[in-house]
């Protein structure tokens, strides 16, 4: 479906969105909280301002490229008008869980908790990035034979080419980092959260790991990764239930116990206020059931 430069491709079996590409001249849509049901690739070509995702806040400039995982809330703040391209997927339209070997943009551009959502885009990247979205946009126009297949192939090459360039940004900023002697603590610590994010839940649990004072370590985290420790470990739990609640069909109960919680439902009002949505309504519009066919 085209309409006024929208170009939508509509789940016939569920009448929800599946794939959208669109431009915005001159305006801001998301000045306000979002937490949409899919994934959002954002192209701010003109305008600069601050962005509010989860718990941090980031300022941007022009040809910034914003990657949001679904529900992750955000909100865009631009000084001036902005303008730009956006791109929206969902998982039942191309699911980067089961693609992860293909395009290994999970944890680089989506779900990745130590690191600002966006990237910088640079001439060369940015002539790539324009061809390909014309070729989306020309593809969406006349429905042809292998269509949709064709549309996948587009979307893994735009996110190839944008994880590519976060992970060269990444160790830039990893450089930059090293000279300013960033403690070697918040790597064990990185390390510790991958390893103990299903059962050691609080900050002093890390703490005392590290053999560090909470309010020590929360200080050093809130100064590199503009997030607090709390927030850090509650992330990555989220993005963990969201996985087994999008790829399995483990029982709600089944997945708190596995995290840790030994309470479903104090796991569940955990999850709805880090989400913004119960365990049960993120399935529903967002998982197994659907995923398995893609």
């Known amino acids: 479906m085209i309409q006024n430069n929208h170009f939508t491709f509509i789940n016939p079996q569920t009448g929800n969105l599946a794939f959208k590409i669109y431009n915005f001249e001159n305006q801001n849509p998301f000045d306000h909280i979002q937490r949409m049901n899919y994934y959002s690739l954002i192209w701010v070509k003109k305008g600069k301002g601050n962005v509010k995702a989860d718990f941090s806040n980031y300022d941007f400039q022009e040809d910034t490229l914003f990657s949001f995982s679904p529900y992750q ?3 865009l703040n631009s000084e001036d008008e902005i ?37 910088h885009i640079n001439e060369a990247v940015k002539a790539n990035f324009e061809m390909i979205i014309d070729q989306i946009k020309t593809e969406m126009q006349k429905p042809d034979l292998a269509q949709y297949e064709l549309l996948i192939s587009y979307l893994k090459i735009f996110l190839i080419s944008a994880s590519r360039l976060k992970t060269e940004q990444q160790v ?80 709600v109960k089944e997945i708190a116990f596995e995290l840790g919680y ?14 913004d949505v119960s365990p049960q309504l993120y399935r529903e519009t967002v998982g197994f059931d659907r995923a398995s066919t893609v």
């Open 83 to 119: 303008s730009g391209t956006v791109i929206n997927f969902h998982p039942d339209f191309f699911c980067i869980h089961k693609h992860q070997k293909d395009v290994a943009c999970n944890g680089v551009l989506f779900n990745n908790i130590y690191d600002p959502p966006f990237i």
């Open 73 to 75: 809330p955000f909100m």
């Open 262 to 275: 030994n309470d479903e439902y104090y796991f569940s009002r955990f999850f709805k206020k880090n989400a």
């Open 172 to 251: 830039d900023a990893k450089k930059v980092t090293a000279e300013n002697k960033e403690p070697f603590i918040l790597q064990n610590l990185k390390g510790y959260i991958e390893s103990h994010y299903r059962t050691k839940h609080t900050a002093s649990d890390y703490a005392e790991l590290l053999s560090i004072s909470p309010k020590a370590l929360t200080k050093i985290t809130k100064a590199h990764f503009n997030k607090t420790l709390t927030d850090l470990i509650s992330e990555r739990i989220i993005i963990e239930a969201k996985r087994e609640l999008y790829l399995t069909n483990k029982s």
